[in-house]
Structure formats: structure tokens, C-alpha cells
Nanobody, 123 residues
Framework: VQLQASGGGLVQAGGSLRLSCAASGRTFSRDAMGWFRQAPGKEREFVAAISWTRSNTYYADSVKGRFTISRDNAKNTVYLQMYSLKPEDTAVYYC?????????????????WGQGTLVTVSS
């Protein structure tokens, strides 16, 4: 079982990036999917989550209106489109899957984790 995150990079403030997370080894179409991030010296924090039905999405206040989470269950892939990036968005971004049936926001509820992709936003 593997989650492979990609799409990170260096971008100037105000720019955009799209992160992808491809799942393999099992079908994640019935799992909630989430994005989390961890900046140096800080704890991992919730960014966004999407239910397996795609009908419910949740965002941290700090990214609401700037980030959009989506998923393509046929491709076993979840995306995070990020606009209007700020230096404080700089972090390693992780995708995760939860098989409980809900759409949790806390990292501890997620069963599977990707390896992370680094996003650096310069001022």
C-alpha cells in the first residue's frame, strides 16, 4: 500500500501549485483523503480533507478560499490545488487516507500516509 505525493516545488508568493497523491496497492475510493503539512519545528497540521463520496470537503481556516481539494476515484488520485501561496505555506505536504468511513481532520485518525512533497514559497 503506497501513497505517492508529487507536485511540490519552489514558487514565489502569489503563485500556484497543484499537488497530486496517487494511491496504489489497494483501492482508496471508499476512503476519506486528507492533506496535511509540517513546517520545520512545527507539528503536522490539517490542511484539507475530502470524503470518499466527494460531497464533503473541509479546509483549515488558513487555506480556505485559496486551496481546493479534489479526487478522481477512477485514478485513485487526490489533488490539492493551491493558489495565492504565501511564505507561511512553506512546508512538507503529506497526503493520507482514512478507511473508517468518516472524514476526520486529525492526523491520528489516518491509516495510510504518503512520503511528503516539499513546497517552498519565497517572498
Amino acid at each position: 500500500v503506497q501513497l505517492q505525493a508529487s507536485g511540490g516545488g519552489l514558487v514565489q508568493a502569489g503563485g500556484s501549485l497543484r499537488l497530486s497523491c496517487a494511491a496504489s496497492g489497494r483501492t482508496f475510493s471508499r476512503d476519506a483523503m486528507g492533506w496535511f503539512r509540517q513546517a520545520p519545528g512545527k507539528e503536522r497540521e490539517f490542511v484539507a480533507a475530502i470524503s470518499w463520496t466527494r460531497s464533503n470537503t473541509y479546509y483549515a481556516d488558513s487555506v480556505k478560499g485559496r486551496f481546493t481539494i479534489s479526487r478522481d476515484n477512477a485514478k485513485n488520485t487526490v489533488y490539492l490545488q493551491m493558489y495565492s501561496l504565501k511564505p507561511e505555506d512553506t512546508a512538507v505536504y503529506y497526503c493520507a487516507a482514512d478507511s473508517s468511513g468518516g472524514t476526520p481532520l486529525a492526523p491520528r485518525h489516518y491509516d495510510y500516509w504518503g512520503q511528503g512533497t516539499l513546497v517552498t514559497v519565497s517572498s
